[in-house]
C-alpha cells in the first residue's frame, strides 16, 4: 500500500507500508508551486497531484519509478470542473480520466 503527501514545498512524497513501517520511497517535484490535493485510485498504483500552479498530474508506478501524464488545468470552462480517475478493465495500464462539467 501506498502512502503520498503534498507540501508547500512543491514536493510530493510517496511512502510504502510493506511490512509495517512507513518507508519512504520518492520525492516527485514536477509541480512548481504548493500541492494541495492527492486522490489514489482504488488501483492503488495511480493517485492525481493538484497544484496551485494551475496543473494537476496522473501519476502511475511504473518499473523506473513514478511516471505522470500533465493536465494543464489553468485553460477556464464554464461552470465547475471535476476529474475523476478509475481503473477499468484487468490490465495494468488500463485507465480512464472524466471530465465533469
Same mark, same amino acid.
Not at 510504502?16 to 520518492?26: L, R, T, V
Not at 493538484?50 to 511504473?62: C, E, H, K, N, Y
Given at each position: 500500500?501506498?502512502?503520498?503527501? %503534498? @507540501?508547500? =514545498?512543491?514536493?510530493? +512524497?510517496?511512502?510504502?507500508?510493506?511490512?509495517?513501517?512507513?518507508?519512504? !520511497?520518492?520525492?516527485?517535484?514536477?509541480?512548481?508551486?504548493?500541492?494541495?490535493?492527492?486522490?489514489?485510485?482504488?488501483?492503488?498504483?495511480?493517485?492525481?497531484? %493538484? @497544484?496551485? =500552479?494551475?496543473?494537476? +498530474?496522473?501519476?502511475?508506478?511504473?518499473?523506473?519509478?513514478?511516471?505522470? !501524464?500533465?493536465?494543464?488545468?489553468?485553460?477556464?470552462?464554464?461552470?465547475?470542473?471535476?476529474?475523476?480517475?478509475?481503473?477499468?478493465?484487468?490490465?495494468?495500464?488500463?485507465?480512464?480520466?472524466?471530465?465533469?462539467?
Amino acid at each position: 500500500m501506498f502512502l503520498a503527501t %503534498g @507540501s508547500t =514545498d512543491h514536493i510530493i +512524497r510517496v511512502y510504502y507500508f510493506g511490512s509495517g513501517q512507513p518507508e519512504k !520511497i520518492s520525492e516527485l517535484e514536477s509541480h512548481t508551486d504548493k500541492v494541495d490535493s492527492i486522490q489514489f485510485s482504488h488501483c492503488s498504483d495511480r493517485f492525481v497531484s %493538484g @497544484s496551485r =500552479d494551475g496543473t494537476a +498530474r496522473i501519476w502511475q508506478l511504473q518499473p523506473q519509478g513514478w511516471k505522470s !501524464i500533465l493536465l494543464d488545468m489553468q485553460t477556464k470552462l464554464p461552470g465547475q470542473l471535476m476529474i475523476c480517475v478509475n481503473c477499468v478493465g484487468k490490465g495494468k495500464n488500463t485507465h480512464t480520466v472524466r471530465k465533469h462539467i
